[in-house]
């Protein structure tokens, strides 16, 4: 498999009037085509400096990043505009980057029909339901034609129930759509139920302690299903105790 | 969706609301209503010395003999002081706010110079402002620009910083440059406090132009002035 993201000792400082916060230390790891990592770690740990880093919004201190795939990057609130209506929502990164053309608006009227927004695009955001607004700051982002996306607890927004149907739906999209994802998330079932790997980070300043392989030995696996199998519950209760939360 | 089968709930509930509206509309017209019949009743019975109040028939014959005392004229003039002084500032204030949002050195820099200004009684920079600029409608105008441009500036820019700054990250997610960032979230984000601001800005301005017409006086309404002076 063919690697699209590798990280070598990554560290951030940030300088702050009071002092420094040493965010992110000699972080290592790589992501392969087409597979699902989840990052997960103390709150505070460092987990949204590491992907604004790897976005390009913030630079580094120290270490090295090899991309070789565009970039998308999906935060925690869907910021969609509510001046605009959704189909100029998700037109705006093409509009910001100025590749607004007629193949791109056709792909993204095929996105839009393929993912049930179609009928919305008229509508203004304040008239969605919490789970068709990621939907369509999902194909805002899926729009300027990334292969990896970089998912910032895209989902903790949402309330429980549909925090499950949106990530089931969300994941079926990436996978139909062939694209890589690192996701962070502070869920231990969210990054279980995701990804093919799970990069387990020690409270502030991250270090990776521990990356887990995650497989359900599954035909047909998505989030919803393997968590039913046995082996959930046991991946669960390793990535809990090493993520040693005190209250 | 819900736009077509509307329920009898609906209808009930638009209706009331329709109800409620025309209610206050009608409340606000009656009290102006009962302020005008009370005032001229009260200078009629001469509970109220009509000299020093006036009387509101008095006023309506003023108005009704505009151009025999030319108050169509001064109130022309003020008017177009007022629009100036209005248009100006409101351009100023927006445009020195984007130079102010852009620039945090700049912002830093002015803070205290705008909070001086800011808290400066400008009614008594009119003897100054007529010194400056000559006791003409540019003294007028000036002092109108005075009392509101502060002001505006203040407030725009408050209202920029404020920004979601959800928002101004995800615009960087797709690499927007600063003016993009200005042009396609900042300012359409800030149309209400835009508004809010003029609201405020043409009663500034007002104010502004009727004092500076004190102090300069060759022309204009001074509006109560006036009215009282011919229908008195
Ligand atoms: N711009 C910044 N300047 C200074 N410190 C920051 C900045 N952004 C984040 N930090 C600090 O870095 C640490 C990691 O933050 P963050 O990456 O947001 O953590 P997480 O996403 O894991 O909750 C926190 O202690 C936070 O206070
Ligand atoms: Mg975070």
């Known amino acids: ?247 | 969706m819900y736009e077509k089968n509307i329920s009898e709930d609906r209808k009930k509930y638009l209706r009331k609301i329709k109800k409620n509206k025309a209610l206050v509309i009608l409340t606000q017209i009656s009290i102006v209503i009962l302020f005008i019949v009370g005032w001229e009743i009260l200078a009629n019975q001469g509970i109220i010395d009509s000299f020093i109040t006036s009387q509101p028939s008095r006023i309506f014959d003023t108005f009704l003999n505009l151009s025999s005392n030319d108050l169509l004229m001064h109130l022309g003039v003020t008017l177009t002081e007022t629009l100036i002084g209005f248009v100006t500032g409101v351009f100023l204030g927006v445009f020195i706010a984007i130079l102010l949002w852009w620039s945090k050195f700049l912002a830093k820099v002015a803070e205290p110079f705008l909070v001086i200004l800011n808290s400066l009684p400008k009614v008594a920079l009119g003897p100054v402002i007529i010194v400056w600029v000559g006791a003409g409608m540019g003294a007028i105008i000036t002092m109108g620009l005075a009392i509101s441009l502060i002001v505006t500036i203040l407030e725009i820019l408050n209202g920029f910083l404020n920004t979601d700054k959800e928002l101004i990250k995800m615009a960087k997610t797709f690499n927007a440059t600063k003016l993009q960032i200005l042009t396609k979230i900042v300012i359409p984000a800030n149309i209400s406090t835009f508004f809010n601001s003029l609201k405020v800005n043409i009663g500034l301005s007002l104010v502004g132009v009727i004092t500076g017409e004190f102090l300069v006086s060759k022309a204009g309404l001074r509006l109560p002035n006036c009215l009282w002076r011919s229908s008195i």
Not at chain 1, 19 to 32: N, Q, R
Not at chain 1, 139 to 161: C, V
């Open chain 1, 1 to 247: 498999m063919k690697k699209v993201l590798e990280l070598q000792n990554v560290s951030k400082k940030y300088q702050a009037k009071n002092g420094e916060v040493d965010a992110l230390k000699s972080i290592s790891f790589s992501v392969e085509e087409g597979e699902f990592v989840s990052i997960i770690g103390p709150s505070g740990c460092g987990k949204s400096t590491l992907l604004s880093i790897i976005a390009g919004l913030e630079p580094k201190t120290d270490g090295q990043i090899k991309i070789t795939t565009p970039i998308g990057y999906m935060l925690q609130k869907d910021s969609l505009l509510e001046w605009r209506n959704i189909y100029d929502n998700v037109m705006f990164g093409l509009e910001i980057s100025r590749k607004k053309t007629k193949e791109s608006e056709e792909y993204v009227t095929n996105l839009l029909k393929k993912y049930g927004l179609y009928d919305f695009k008229d509508k203004y955001p304040n008239q969605l339901s919490g789970g068709m607004r990621q939907r369509a700051a999902l194909i805002r982002t899926l729009a300027i034609n990334p292969k990896i996306l970089l998912l910032d607890e895209a989902f903790s927004a949402l309330d429980y129930q549909t925090r499950i149907m949106v990530t089931n739906d969300i994941y079926k999209i990436l996978k139909n759509e062939n694209i890589t994802a690192l996701i962070v998330t502070h869920d231990i079932s969210e990054a279980i139920s995701m990804s093919d790997r799970v990069v387990v980070l020690t409270k502030r300043p991250a270090t990776v302690k521990t990356i887990h392989s995650i497989d359900f030995e599954m035909e047909s696996r998505n989030p919803i299903n393997c968590r039913e199998s046995p082996k959930f519950s046991k991946y669960f209760d390793t990535i809990w105790k090493e993520l040693d939360v005190h209250v």
